[in-house]
Every structure is written in structure tokens, then in C-alpha cells.
């Protein structure tokens, strides 16, 4: 599903994606139309403007993903601005992709999106790493006595989100690991299960915060 107020831009994407292979269940022009019809035609993939009329692009991101965790979304913005390269991740975005992004580079997101690899105009990856990093810095609620006990993954899961904490994609890991790339994804997803995660950004910050990225 393809999100732009600009008419011609969400038809250009919209048709580039198609011609790619790609089913355009759907597209919108502002962000409650957004949240309709995504509720409406359940889209594996959203690309998100974030400068959005009658809701702002976080916005549709948080209260769609929160709705539904299996969504991914692609934020496709004009702007680089930090601020809202970290806001859009934190409201659940997979990656972020500026529009100075050639043809080949968006469908190229598109499909690492829809496997849940992290995508990120080349410089924002490290940003949102480095944010992580200083928010894993920081001190720890205390824990509760009746919290439960962390739970325990097995030695290639831990293997896995090691590789996860340091900024390799699925193929990358596969790679490194001499395993199939469908094998990294459901390493990744019994991993989310038993940590009670939603995607793969919360994924990452959660072996940052215990030192994975490290290792």
C-alpha cells in the first residue's frame, strides 16, 4: 500500500511497483484515509510519507503496526532531519528511505521491507544504532520481584541476534553463518515469539541493551 498527499508521486510509486511485481492492494492520500484502508486491504508492506494531511505519517504508522505487529513500513520522506528518522522508527517503521531514492533502490526496500530487514538511506542506519545504543546506556528500571525470568533462547538464536545487533541483513547473516536466508528469518521470529516482540527494530534494541552488538 502506497501513503503520499502528492497525487502524482503516490501514482508513480504505486505503478513502479506494480510493474515490479508488486500488488498495490490499495493507496491513500492522508493519514485517516491511510488507517481505513489499511485496516480495510491488510497490506504486508506500507510506504509512508510522513507529511501527511488530517494525521501525520508517525501517527498512522503507531496506531497500525500497534494494530497489527506483522505489518512492515517503509517510510518514504523528503526530509533526512534525525528527529524524524528516530520518531518514524520508534512509531514502528521498518526503515526509512528518502525520495531522492532511485527507482531500483525503492523496490529494492520494498522487498528487504517485506522480509523485515531494516532499510535505511545509507548514513541513517547508524543514527538509529547509535540512538539505541544511548538509550541501552541508560539505567534499567528496577525489576520486580515477580518479574518473570528472561527466556531463554537456544545457542544459534543468540548466534543470530548477535549478527541482528550489529546491523546485518538476512543475507548477510545467512552468509556468515553458512545457513539458508529462510532459516535466518524463523531463527528471527522464534526469537520475537519468546521475547514477546513485535519487529525487528525492537529486536535490535533489545540485544543492545544487554551488549550483544559487542559480542
Known amino acids: 500500500m502506497v501513503v ?7 501514482d508513480a510509486v504505486a505503478r513502479d511497483l506494480t510493474e515490479s511485481g508488486f500488488d498495490v492492494v490499495a493507496t491513500a492520500g492522508d493519514g485517516e484515509q491511510a488507517v481505513r484502508r489499511a485496516q480495510a486491504a491488510a497490506p504486508d508492506v506500507l ?15 503507531k496506531e497500525l ?9 517503509l517510510v518514504l520522506s523528503a526530509s533526512g532531519e534525525h528527529a524524524d528518522v528516530l520518531e518514524a522508527v520508534k512509531s514502528g517503521a521498518t526503515g526509512y528511505l528518502l525520495k531522492s531514492a532511485s527507482t531500483e533502490e525503492l523496490i529494492d526496500a520494498v522487498r528487504r ?22 538509550l541501552a546506556s541508560e ?4 525489576a520486580g520481584a515477580d518479574e518473570p525470568k ?8 543468540t548466534e543470530v541476534l548477535r549478527l541482528v545487533a550489529k546491523g ?16 535466518v528469518q524463523n531463527h528471527v521470529q522464534n526469537t520475537l515469539g519468546k521475547l514477546q516482540l513485535h519487529n525487528r527494530v525492537e529486536l535490535v534494541r533489545y540485544a543492545i541493551e544487554r551488549g550483544l552488538d559487542e559480542a
Open 4 to 10: 503520499d498527499d502528492h497525487p502524482m508521486w503516490r
Open 47 to 61: 510506504v509512508l510519507d510522513l507529511n501527511l494531511p488530517a494525521k501525520p505519517g508517525v501517527r498512522v504508522c
Open 65 to 73: 503496526v500497534g494494530a497489527n505487529p506483522a505489518l512492515r513500513v
Open 113 to 134: 521491507t517485506a522480509v523485515g530487514d531494516p532499510v535505511f538511506t545509507p548514513g541513517l542506519a547508524g543514527l538509529v544504532l547509535g540512538e539505541y545504543r544511548r
Open 139 to 142: 539505567p534499567a528500571p528496577a
Open 150 to 157: 528472561a527466556p531463554q533462547l537456544t545457542e544459534r538464536e
Open 168 to 183: 546485518l541483513s538476512y543475507k548477510q547473516i545467512a552468509e556468515r553463518l553458512v545457513i539458508s536466508h529462510r532459516t
